[in-house]
């Protein structure tokens, strides 16, 4: 969507809701509020989710077509598909809600296409 996206650190690093310190606190925010250690930081910042998520976001942070005209369509109930354009520079992301899973195609300025699948886990 247009503008800044906002990334909370759990889910960046692909960590689950904090049951204990919610527990322990009585906080509901704090279910999304673990304290990482550096080694836990570490070890998230190697699994394949992580590495996609961060591909994701320098993708979103670089690519120039988010500079320009933003369209979507819902073909159905469970298909919907999300295109940015400015000039020749363009992505599409097609998420079928039925499987769950979504398609990512982008120009990569070299007049070509790139694709990137994003599995639902």
Known sequence: MPGI?????VGL??????????AKSGVGR?????Y?????????LQTPLVER???LIRLRNSHPAFSGDCTTELASRERLTIRWRQNE????LAVDL???CATLEYSNGLNATA???IPAS
């Open 115 to 117: 694709a990137m699948a």
């Open 30 to 34: 704090d279910i999304n509020r673990h």
């Open 98 to 100: 039925s499987k769950p």
């Open 89 to 92: 520079h363009r992505i599409s």
């Open 53 to 55: 998520l961060i591909a």
């Open 5 to 9: 996206p906002q990334v909370y650190y």
């Open 13 to 22: 690093l692909g960590a689950h809701n904090d049951m204990e310190l919610l």
């Open 36 to 44: 990482f250690t550096a080694g836990e930081i570490a070890a998230s």
